[in-house]
Structure formats: structure tokens, C-alpha cells
């Protein structure tokens, strides 16, 4: 019998960026430049070109965001990447349960994750759960998912087509994408679906895509520091 | 118990919609003639404009069938709105399963869909199953839904946050939306998630979405008939 | 000779629309709801309803603003479509030079119309000219405009194709479009086009794009007054 | 006086790219395989790999060709800019009359350029002018513009904003902009904007927009050229 796999955490790789602070600068001194310099745009970004990023950002000029790009690859539940496609600035290619049979890996949450809401619709605040709710979220997760998988595989055997048979399988299977955003799409996405003190505009993400975000912005944090900075000083407003 | 509901079909109906083919002639006609023709815009499309019509399809000029838009109410499995939401060019708001429990309603296929896949990837072709093949998806796919709506239902009772619990149900559980496009995406659409003789870039959409795709395109064939006529007349590509 | 026509106004005129309050309610309550409610869709909204379309852009859920469409044609200088077409969540066609003699009809900033800019870069405030400076701008426009058309005849008549006669033609000339957009585009759009008292994140448009947004924002309000006061009792800033 | 610049060129660099055959390799196999391969990824494209890439441009699987990135600096006339941004795939950001003051560089047309065209709208065909003809446009083009800037600088000598004085500005002044694309954008802009033998859908663009898709082809070939063979041999149809 097929062995089964849970996890409880999602993965984030930077396969490929061309992502500086100075794609910023370049881009927006065009406007009051016009020639080109490309000395300028091989320079580091020094500390008197912070103040015009932080002037883009703040005033919201959202175009010299725009001329960088990351490619990530995730792998994440299904119910993870319902909410991330709905985000239409970015490119995405993402495993085929029409194509391949899928491979029975899981997530099931585990006790970092709060398990119970309380408050209203839109601003619900999340709690821990009992030992005895987490004991029961892991058992019927489990048992699910390894039942579903197992229906898939008889199916398979018998000769009906993935696309047919994987409808049985729950949104909590595991998948995985590419994905290609520049820094102004990311912003927007983790100003939605991300939770933090100085937020302008608190949003209410649910925490599985949140941890897929927080991985994102770690790497974006490295590419361009002074961009991520001054998202941060001006209330993580998507400019 | 809750009662468990079963269906083979989808839901399309149109909500709201302004798209007629002299939408199509007015946003030609500005580029040669400049002067807005209201009188001209308020007239229903003649023979004469057929010529026109056929013209900006034949020769790709997409953007004048853009001043349109139709709004659908769609249910369908998740698996297919999986699909549905790649097509950026639309606007979406879909059922919550963090902000309600879902319903007990899942899409189980009949004997009108082809079991079995043969061919090689990105040009399957399907054909029925064997009497033992249906039985076989129909009582798997029966069972595993039942099994993971009672899991679900478990869990929201011991207290358990919507959006947590819900991470055991299938993708074959239906969801509903509502979907806004103008006719070009929704050419764009058709010409991927249908399947039709005389198509000139043939597609191999999976039966549920092109379900969808051909009640929608059902609609617009009688709201914009000559476009609906002249995007068939030139090999369904989208202009 | 031909005679030369001088405007200092726009036209925006309504010319399609599918647009209500309601719209907005039916789409944001698919969330919590599922179940089409036709009837609902066809109400009118109502006092209960405010709240819900204030919730919906205080905490800038967009989606919902995006079901609905309206299609405006517009007469005004190219160097005021030129910004207009930055906005790329929208649909255009416009009056081409290459396909028709383009008429001589340009536009003369007259003494509404603030000439004299003062302050920094990104925060430039606009103060009246002297009367002096209103009759030299009258002068050298209306000159350079007789000139350059003159020019553009002398190239036509001589046999010269349209689309290079006209590059001596200046941004001041008229064109006309239409150009669809949803009440989602539509108030960014007016975020960053107009320049209103409590707006939160100020802009700084040039006045003669501030002229066809103040058309367009009219027409909506008559349209969704709603979601229109809802977008100024929450510092215009869009969803 | 200011000394005016005449010049019959545009000028295309590439200053930015994430751009290798690779990438849609990558993009592609995540469909069919799932789990990332890195090594892969980084290596070279090769014979094998041809098939698949041709496989994808022929059925028209565009996503792959999203993951990758190219910013160009492009001065070209502002009638090119004009028609370029209605590509709305694509970033931009471009000198502002607002922000600064245009520099008198100007487009004129040389004996290259053909002046003649025949044919009926929307499939003209240029042929050369005669002797005069050029000597007529040459004259009628530098003659408006050196009128035009000269009203410009004495607007500006008497105080006037510069976003005022520009209206008299020819749309055949040169501007200078940065813009980002994907592959999968820049063959859309290439199919529209350049006319070559063995193309599927014929287009027909204004010679000097094609001067400049030219020149970003040439340097999209050296990054990707499998992708572009590929899209040649397919009938210049983007994908």
C-alpha cells in the first residue's frame, strides 16, 4: 500500500530574480532624466536614494516597482493556492492532476496553528485549540486524506483517467507552482495576505497562506532591502 | 445525519449583461471616423456591418470587443473553478469556505462522461468505461465524499474554525461565483476550454469546465450573434 | 484654407453602462452566502445594504466592485489620453491618424485654467498667470496650431500618407475614444486623477485628465451613489 | 538659440534581463512532474528540449513562457509611445513634459522610409515618394518643429508651467521610457508590430513602432533563441 505523507509546513524556493533596489531608481528617474544612465543603474543604491523610494512609496507611484521580477517555487495545499490565483498580476504553472497522478502528501496542522475562531466575519481573531481539538483535527485529517488517497488508487488501477479519478481528493493535498511577480504584485499579496503590526490596512489572511507570504518576503527582503524598508515605514501599503 | 446531495451537471445562469454587436461597430468605427455616432451605437448591427464584424475577427484587431460585459452565476465543482480562475482576464467573487460551511452538495460523473483516457499527454482522447468502471466511480466517489463531509461536520462540532475543518473536502464539492467578462476574454475562454470541429488551434479542455464553457457561450451566442457567428466562421481563434 | 477650431473644454459622454449599488451587494455576499438570490440582485440597495458596501471598501475588498461596466466616449488633447492609456485596467479605441485626416480641432488652456506652477517636483501647486501670460499662451498656441495643421495639408496634398504627415500635428490636438472600465479601475483612476479635499493619499494630476475624470465621477455617481459616497467617506482611496 | 536635433532612428538597450530558454522548461515540466528540478533548471537547453518547446508554442500553452523578464530603454517618437502603450502587458515608465523640460530632438523621416501608401484601410502598402516628396516632407517636418520648440522656450522664458508649454510640442518629438516585458508579452507585441514573411496572421504597423520591435526582437533572440526559432516556425503567432 501506498505510504502516505503529512506535513505541516509549505515550501518557498527563489528559482530565479533579476530584483534590485537600483531597478527602482532607474525607472523612476526616467521621468525627470530621460537619458538613460546605465552607470547609475549598475550603482548600489546608496543612502541618498532612499529618500526618492521613500517618496514613491509613500506617494504611492506604483510603475518603477514594476521593472523587476522573481520566480519562486512553492509547494503548498490546494486550498493555499485557491487563494493565491486569485491574484492576476503574476504568472503561474502548477502541477497537473490531468498529466501526472498526484503524490499523496498531506497537510494536517499541527499545534502552532490556532484552531478556533471567534469574532465577526472579516475580523475573526484565531485562538489555539485544546489538546483534544488538535488530537481530533490530526486523527480525521489523516484519516481522510489516506482514505481519499487510497479510493484515488483503486481508481487508477482500474483504469479511469486521473482527471476523474482525483476528484476525490481533498483541498489539503499538497501541489506545486511556479510563480513570477515583481515587486509591486508582491507588495499587493503581502499586503492581503499577510498580518502585522504597522499595517495601514489590516487584512485577515488565512495563516497557511500567510506562511507561504512570509517566506516570499524573506527573499524579497534580501533582493531589494531599502524597497522592503520603506514598505514597512509606510504602513505596508501596496504603492 | 446531513443529507448528502449528488449531481452530474452545472449551473450557469446570466446576471447581468451589456454586450450587443453594435457594441462592437461603434469602438471600430471611432478609429475611422472619430465622431461618435450615437444614432449609429443605439441601431441593431445590419447586414453591412457583418463585413466589419468578420473583419476585425479575421484580422485580430481584439480590443473593440472589449466595450462589453457580461456577469454569469456559476456552480460547478471546485476542480473546475480550479481551472476557471488561470483566466486573468475576468473578475471573480466565489463562495467562502472560511466565512460559511459549505454545503453537502458534490459532483459525482455519469455515464455521458468518458471514463478513459488514451493518447499521449496534451492530446488525450476520451472514451466511455465499462459498465464495471461506472459503478466503480459512482460508489468511490459516493463514499468519499460522504466520508469526508461526516469528518468535516466533526470537526465543526468539536468547535474546530471553518476554514480548518474544510481542508478534508474533495475537489469535487461544489462552490458558486460569479464571473465577469467582456466578449474578447471570453472568446479567449472559449477558444481553450471547448472542444469543436472546425477550431483552428483545437484545445483539450476537461468535460466539466467545457460544461461551463458551453452553457456560457450559449448566452452570448444569442446577446452578440453576429460576433458569436464570425468567431466560428474564423476558426474559433480569439482575436 | 481650412478653418482651425480652439476649444478649452472635454466631452466625456455615458454611452453603455451595467452598473448598481446592487451589483457590489450580490457579489460580496456569494462569500457567505452560495445561493444566487436573483431576487435580491434586482433590488434596489437599501439603508441595511450601506453598511455592507462601506465594510467592503473601508477594509479594501475590491473584488466585488469589479461586476459591473460602463463604456464612456471621450473627446479631448492627446497629451491627456496619453496618461489615460497608463491605466491598463481598461479597454480603448481611439481615433487614428493612420486610418483618417484627423480634424483641426485643439485645445487652449483659457483663464480657468491655472498656468504658473510653483513648489517641488511630485507637489507642484498651480497659481493663475497674469493677463500678459494668458494672451502669450493664447497667442503661441493657437500660432503653432494654424502652423502645424497647415503643414500637415501641405504633406496630405502633396500625396503623403497619413500616418507621417500627421507627426508634425502637436499633443494639443483633439482625439476621441471609448474606453470601458469597472467602478473597481474607476476609482483608481479618480485616486490618482483628481485632487479633492479628505482625500488620503493626495495625487497631483495635470488639470486637463482632472477635467474628463470630474465628467466620468458625475455619471457614476448617478449610477452607483453608494459606493460613490462610500468611496469618499473613506478618503477615496480605491479598493 | 536652442540648436534642434533632427534624427531618422530609434534607439533600443537592453538594460535588464531573467530571460533563458531554460525558464520554460522549468514551467513547463512542473505540470507534468511536480517536483522541482534546480539542476535542471540551470542547465542549458538542449536538442531534447526543442520538442517540447515547439510543442508548447504550436498548441498554444503560453504560461511557460511568463516566467522571465526583459527591461528595454527605448527613445523613440512619442506617435511610436503612443501605440506602444496600448500594450497593456507590460510595465512602463517614461520621461515626463511635466517633470522636466523636453530636449529638441525630433523624428524626421529618411529615404528609408516609404511616404506613399495604397491599398485599402487596414492592409496599406507603402511604396517611396518621389524626390520631392522627401524634400518636401524633410522641409514641412523641420520647419514645424523648430517653430513649435521655439514657441515652447519662449512660454517657458515667460514663466509658464511646463506641463502648459508642451501642448504645442509635435508628436514626432523623441521620448525616452523604460519598459519590462515577458517573452510571452513580447511575442504578442512582435506578432501586432512587425510584418514578415511566413507570418500566420499579417499585420500591418506603422514602420517606425516596428524599427523599434525590431531591434528588441534581435536582442530577445540572443537570450532565448530556441524560443524564438520556435516562434518563427510556428507562423509568428504568440502562444
Redo the contacts between chains.
Keep these: 500500500m501506498t505510504e502516505v505523507e503529512f506535513r505541516s509546513d509549505v515550501t518557498v524556493?527563489l528559482?530565479?530574480?533579476?530584483a534590485h533596489d537600483s531597478?527602482v531608481l532607474?525607472?523612476?528617474r526616467?521621468?525627470?532624466?530621460?537619458?538613460?544612465s546605465?552607470a547609475g543603474?549598475e550603482a548600489e543604491a546608496g543612502e541618498r536614494d532612499r529618500g526618492l523610494i521613500n517618496?514613491l512609496m509613500r506617494?504611492?507611484?506604483g510603475?518603477?516597482f514594476?521593472?523587476?521580477?522573481m520566480?519562486f517555487?512553492v509547494q503548498a495545499?490546494?486550498?493555499v493556492?485557491?487563494e493565491f490565483?486569485?491574484h492576476?498580476m503574476a504568472?503561474?504553472?502548477?502541477?497537473?492532476?490531468?498529466?501526472?497522478e498526484?503524490?499523496p502528501v498531506f497537510?494536517v496542522?499541527n499545534t502552532d496553528?490556532?484552531?478556533?475562531?471567534i469574532g465577526k466575519?472579516?475580523h475573526?481573531e484565531?485562538i489555539p485549540?485544546s489538546p483534544?481539538?488538535y488530537e481530533?483535527?490530526d486523527r480525521?485529517?489523516r484519516?481522510?486524506?489516506e482514505?481519499?488517497y487510497e479510493?484515488y488508487q483503486?481508481?487508477l488501477e482500474?483504469?479511469?483517467?486521473?482527471?476523474?479519478?482525483?476528484?476525490?481528493?481533498?483541498?489539503?493535498i499538497y501541489?506545486?507552482?511556479?510563480v513570477?511577480m515583481?515587486a509591486r504584485a508582491l507588495m499587493n499579496f503581502l499586503s492581503?495576505r499577510t498580518m502585522r503590526e504597522g499595517t495601514h490596512?489590516?487584512?485577515f489572511p488565512?495563516r497557511e497562506i500567510e506562511m507561504v507570504a512570509e517566506k516570499m518576503e524573506k527573499f524579497w527582503e534580501e533582493l531589494m532591502p531599502m524597497t522592503a524598508e520603506t514598505f514597512n515605514a509606510n504602513g505596508r501599503v501596496a504603492p
Excluded at 30 to 36: A, D, K, N, P, R
Excluded at 91 to 100: I, L, P, V
Excluded at 113 to 117: E, H
Aim: aromatic share 12%; hydrophobic share 30%.
Design positions: 524556493e528559482v530565479r530574480s533579476s531597478d532607474f525607472a523612476a526616467v521621468s525627470t532624466q530621460g537619458e538613460q546605465l543603474a517618496y506617494d504611492r507611484h510603475s518603477p514594476e521593472h523587476n521580477s520566480t517555487y495545499p490546494i486550498f493556492f485557491r490565483m486569485r492576476r504568472s503561474y504553472n502548477e502541477e497537473s492532476g490531468r498529466y501526472r498526484l503524490r497537510y496542522p496553528r490556532n484552531l478556533v475562531q466575519t472579516g475573526y484565531f485549540g483534544e481539538q481530533l483535527v480525521e485529517v484519516q481522510s486524506c482514505n481519499a479510493s483503486r481508481m482500474a483504469g479511469i483517467a486521473r482527471e476523474v479519478a482525483r476528484v476525490v481528493l481533498p483541498v489539503t501541489s506545486s507552482m511556479y513570477t515583481n492581503l490596512f489590516p487584512s488565512q
